[in-house]
């Protein structure tokens, strides 16, 4: 799908034409998008349609099995080229992705201080202790954990979902990237933890001045986040915008589709969602 510049000035991250093959059948078919500095852009569909995929092509995380072409630009340096130790260097440190699920990119049985450390470490190996305890500590503040001084040394299960996600941010943060990556950060907490989460990365985005691509099935959740939304489906994007063209003026039906599908305050209930 062709797309139209949004903003000035070259994007942080262009992707062009990305393919992903599983065993030679296409998960990912010809999907382009960028985002812009400072910007945050929604990537929305149902589970399924290639999201999550285009994500860990992008940090490289694919499994070797699969097959991957096209162009994943960051700042002007293409990430698919890379030599992987180069690749290392750049996740954490220009890049970082934080997951759904928490409990499954923490340890269970390491402390969260040290996990954070070893995020930093990672980058900065000659750091020395007391100033990566600083360091962890600013970021435990920063992400709103309570009484970080104390609790940098409890584990994962000490910690309630919504706290386990906020450590997994500070994790994502501590080096200071300039794209996040968030896969469905809130789709695992109640609806009043997930208001707090999102609220949290938008306040940091813009004291990190953070670009960041946020990939959700869920709309409502986007439109809270998003500058511009891009809608894919069956592995394509099938319709791109600013979050007012979309949830105002959608174009494609299966966006249509997709805004009907979810309830809202003022819909009859008398009558069935439109399904997609």
Do not use: W
Request: proline share 5%.
């Amino acid at each position: 799908m062709s797309f139209v510049r949004q903003g000035e000035g070259p994007a942080l991250l262009e992707v062009r034409d990305l393919r992903i093959a599983f065993a030679g059948k296409e998960a990912v078919r010809g999907v382009s998008f960028e985002v812009n500095r400072g910007e945050t852009l929604g990537l929305v569909g149902e589970s399924g349609s290639g999201k999550s995929a285009t994500s860990l092509a992008m940090m490289r995380l694919l499994p070797e099995s699969a097959k991957v072409t096209g162009s994943i630009a960051l700042d002007g340096s293409e990430m698919l080229t890379l030599p992987e130790a180069e690749m290392r260097r750049r996740r954490g440190q220009d890049v970082a992705m934080i997951f759904q699920e928490p409990m499954t990119a923490l340890n269970p049985v390491m402390k969260v201080g040290r996990q954070i450390g070893e995020a930093l470490l990672a980058h900065a190996p000659k750091m020395g202790r007391r100033e990566v305890r600083e360091r962890v500590l600013q970021a435990m503040h920063e992400v709103g954990l309570p009484d970080p001084e104390r609790r940098c040394d409890d584990y994962p299960h000490q910690f309630s979902g919504g706290q386990r996600q906020r450590v997994v941010i500070a994790m994502a943060l501590i080096n200071k990237p300039r794209l996040l990556i968030a896969d469905e950060p809130t789709t695992a907490l109640d609806v009043t933890v997930q208001a707090q989460i999102l609220a949290l990365l938008k306040k940091l985005r813009l004291e990190h001045d953070l670009s960041m691509l946020f990939i959700s099935h869920d709309l409502a959740v986007v439109a809270q986040v998003a500058d511009r939304v891009a809608v894919m489906r069956h592995g394509e994007i099938v319709e791109q915008g600013t979050v007012a063209q979309i949830f105002g003026d959608a174009r494609h039906e299966y966006t249509r589709k997709l805004l009907a599908s979810a309830p809202s305050m003022t819909t009859d209930r008398d009558r069935p969602l439109a399904t997609v």
